[in-house]
């Protein structure tokens, strides 16, 4: 099925590793995007790319990576894990014009940092 | 950004209509106002969106007042199923960026 795939879909890591999520999605999207869901904060935006080759910082960047180098994938890599960082990681794109469509979500990564 | 502001829960029984009201004082003129759906261990699923006035789809309508200050989201004959968390977003159209709110904890009770 046409989606967005997100992988891992559990990690534990310890304090000072690297790691990368990955996120792939199959639908042409040119525009694609990294939340991150805390209890009682909702979803923050941490990077987000409108087309490969661009990427921008959103709300929350700090400690994290990304690069777009296809239209179809868009990693996020933490540098040196940190237990702040322990969440749940939504990958999310959308087809140019994203103000008459809605945006497709992964089904998430859930992320310990120990 | 200011975000939106909606209730924390709400409680419904199956069969009937549910309202949820969002406010979003300072929205700006580029700005949409998007309605997502979430259920446990699952990513926000797209709900509607509209811009003023009234948009109807297959699965709820959203009412939108012509000064845009606040919008409803209405489902009709909700269903246990409709158990979720659902969030009003401003859709920042110049940026297209959402502005995520802390979301509406919805249990639909038999």
């Known amino acids: 099925n046409a989606g967005v795939t997100q992988t891992p879909k559990f990690q534990v890591l310890k304090t000072g590793q690297s790691m990368t999520l990955q996120c792939a999605q199959d639908?042409?999207?040119?525009?694609m995007s990294w939340y991150r869901q805390d209890p009682g904060m909702g979803l923050r935006l941490i990077h987000y790319s409108v087309g490969a080759g661009i990427t921008d910082q959103g709300e929350v960047p700090n400690g994290y990576n990304v690069s777009r180098s296809t239209t179809e994938d868009f990693p996020l890599r933490l540098l040196s894990a940190a237990p702040s960082q322990t969440s749940v990681y939504f990958c999310?794109?959308?087809?140019?014009?994203?103000?008459?469509?809605?945006?497709?979500f992964g089904s998430g990564t859930r992320l310990t940092v120990v | 950004l200011a975000k939106t502001t909606q209730p924390i829960s709400m409680d419904s029984y199956e069969g009937q209509e549910v309202n949820i009201t969002c406010s979003h004082n300072?929205?700006?003129?580029?700005?949409?106002i998007t309605w997502y759906q979430q259920f446990p261990s699952q990513g926000p699923r797209f709900i509607i969106q509209?811009?003023?006035?009234?948009v109807t789809n297959e699965v709820a309508s959203l009412f939108i007042p012509a000064d845009r200050k606040s919008s409803t989201l209405s489902l009709p004959r909700v269903s246990l199923s409709d158990t979720a968390v659902y969030y009003c977003l401003r859709y920042a159209g110049n940026n297209r960026k959402l502005i995520w709110g802390l979301g509406t904890s919805l249990a639909v009770n038999p």
């Open positions: 999310a794109s959308s087809p140019q014009g994203g103000a008459n469509y809605g945006y497709t």
């Open positions: 509209g811009y003023k006035t009234k």
């Open positions: 639908m042409n999207h040119e525009y």
């Open positions: 300072n929205i700006a003129t580029n700005d949409y």
